[in-house]
């Protein structure tokens, strides 16, 4: 009988230790899964944040992403462009892309702050505040290639713990950007392109370090100002003097942007205009680096290669 209580002693001591190295164990394994850090999109080494039910977007290109990432319901305030996201709630509290009132923001106690770098143009960093009373901050800045977009897919579903979903969606827009590409002309004389973003008296195009730059040069294209860097100004004289064999634009909110184009003065030597090829390309998806400017991508192809995708 003695035996059989020292037995069961020493069974109970065993199953108590088994329990405690379990608990351990548990607890160490949540401490290293709301501890996690990652670089972000600009760099920084940051710890991802244990909760992400209440998230707030000031850029429409990320609030795009977020919606398709299935988590339009998760937004609690955007900015006043990403009110126009199918999927986003118009009565969202809104915020200025420029300006954000970091007092009122943090008071709706997000979890998840999405900036954009756009916020950061005028040398100030309107997101300090935020950080410094513990909100959860990252800023994206704008991607410069197709690769860049990828990435920011990608970290936005780290960010946000939806990470199968954010790599099915980089896995399509992977493919279908290879599927058009896949398909171009091998020997072919690559076309001189001008993209005009805003149209004139105030023109500007870009030039490298833009991923509609690097979707260009993906297609087989040469941009007229591929040497130059950013967005920039340009003058009639100088896209005259360029002579490009295609133009495109997305200045949509003119009346009729092909014909503004045809018309301008000295525009009719130029061989797009010669050769009526002159295009819209819709604006949102050819503005905003995400997900969706593969659609911005595949028009850029129809406008380059007619005989191929039409």
């Keep these: 009988m003695k035996k059989l209580k020292n037995l069961l002693v020493m069974v109970m001591f065993i199953f108590a230790i088994t329990l405690v190295g379990c608990s351990s164990k548990e607890k160490t394994a949540t401490t290293q899964t709301e501890n996690t850090q990652v670089i972000d999109r600009e760099g920084n080494t940051i710890t991802l944040p244990d909760k992400t039910e209440k998230i707030i977007s000031l850029a429409p290109s990320i609030t795009e992403t977020l919606v398709d990432l299935g988590l339009g319901g998760n937004l609690v305030a955007v900015d006043k462009y990403s009110l126009e996201v199918e999927g986003v709630d118009k009565n969202l509290p809104i915020f200025d892309i420029m300006n954000p009132d970091a007092e009122n923001i943090v008071a709706l106690k997000p979890d998840i702050i999405f900036g954009t770098g756009m916020s950061k143009s005028n040398g100030t960093d309107p997101f300090k505040p935020m950080k410094d009373l513990g909100t959860f901050v990252t800023v994206i800045p704008t991607s410069t290639s197709i690769e860049g977009i990828k990435e920011d897919i990608l970290f936005i579903g780290e960010v946000t713990k939806t990470k199968d979903k954010a790599k099915e969606i980089v896995d399509n827009y992977d493919k279908a950007i290879n599927d058009i590409i896949a398909k171009l002309p091998k020997d072919k004389e690559p076309l001189k392109v001008y993209f005009e973003t805003s149209p004139m008296p105030k023109a500007y195009t ?54 503004d184009i045809k018309n301008r003065d000295g525009f009719s030597e130029i061989n797009a205009v010669k050769n009526n090829r002159v295009y819209l390309i819709e604006k949102n998806t050819s503005a905003r680096a995400n997900e969706r400017s593969i659609a911005a991508f595949e028009s850029m192809a129809k406008a380059l290669y007619p005989e191929i995708f039409n």
Excluded at 212 to 240: C, R, Y
Excluded at 243 to 257: G, H, K, M, Q, S
């Design 206 to 259: 870009f030039g490298q370090d833009t991923f509609l730059n690097d979707m260009l040069n993906k297609l087989g294209a040469t941009n007229i100002f591929g040497e130059e860097k950013g967005w920039i100004p340009v003058s009639l004289e100088q896209v005259v003097a360029k002579n490009p064999d295609v133009i495109l634009t997305n200045a949509d909110f003119l009346e009729n942007p092909i014909e």
